[in-house]
T-cell receptor, first 114, second 112 residues
Framework: DTGVSQDPRHKITKRGQNVTFRCDPI?????LYWYRQTLGQGPEFLTY????????KSRLLSDRFSAERPKGSFSTLEIQRTEQGDSAMYLC????????????FGPGTRLTVL | AQSVTQPDIHITVSEGASLELRCNYS??????LFWYVQSPGQGLQLLLK??????LVQGIKGFEAEFKRSQSSFNLRKPSVHWSDAAEYFC??????????FGAGTRLTVKP
């Protein structure tokens, strides 16, 4: 399968713990996006990379959140000192090119903070 | 402020019946418009998109959507719904090369 993959698919953690999620985009895609989706809502944009450069961050991305894409391939999203409000589905998407191209989404990582 | 509204949270249709899902957007210029479908446990899949040109766009799985500038709408339609179409549908609007705003979604239930 050459689609976008995310790991883990589910994560349960206790409040105050740190968690890290991984996203592997489609190999030739230079753009990578992170979204958060809560129950009954559509995905909300968090941040975006073009190659290894993080070019935009939403105000939703508090200081406890950090994302990296060190070699312009896979990306990680870390949440420090998790809070119950962080419970959500975290979606990764990738796309190709400079103009507005289709974003291909991964299956998501569901985070539950107890 | 830019926004996307999907007025219907949940719609139920009978298999074989026609379907229309509504989407309204608020944006000062011509936006990029998308419809995605999300099935349980699956990632979002693009059904169709509108960038410019013909305002009636055809997508996958027999879906189509019409862009109406005067109404700021981009409604999704299908003439005959199949049971496998049951899913969550999201309208999205792109405001630049990076930022895409999604509506809250419409959950479609298909009755046999």
């Amino acid at each position: 399968d050459t689609g976008v993959s995310q790991d883990p698919r589910h994560k349960i953690t206790k409040r105050g713990q740190n968690v890290t999620f991984r996203c592997d985009p489609i190999s030739e895609h230079n753009r990578l996006y992170w979204y958060r989706q809560t129950l009954g809502q559509g995905p909300e944009f968090l941040t975006y990379f073009q190659n290894e450069a993080q070019l935009e961050k939403s105000r939703l991305l508090s200081d406890r959140f950090s994302a990296e894409r060190p070699k312009g391939s896979f990306s990680t999203l870390e949440i420090q000192r998790t809070e119950q409000g962080d419970s959500a589905m975290y979606l990764c998407a990738s796309s190709l090119g400079l103009s507005y191209n289709e974003q291909f989404f991964g299956p998501g990582t569901r985070l539950t903070v107890l | 402020a830019q926004s996307v509204t999907q007025p219907d949270i949940h719609i139920t249709v009978s298999e074989g019946a026609s379907l229309e899902l509504r989407c309204n957007y608020s944006y000062g210029a011509t936006p990029y418009l998308f419809w995605y479908v999300q099935s349980p446990g699956q990632g979002l899949q693009l059904l169709l998109k509108y960038f410019s040109g013909d305002t009636l766009v055809q997508g996958i799985k027999g879906f189509e959507a019409e862009f109406k500038r005067s109404q700021s709408s981009f409604n999704l339609r299908k003439p005959s719904v199949h049971w496998s179409d049951a899913a969550e549908y999201f309208c999205a609007v792109g405001y630049n090369n990076n930022d895409m705003r999604f509506g809250a979604g419409t959950r479609l239930t298909v009755k046999p």
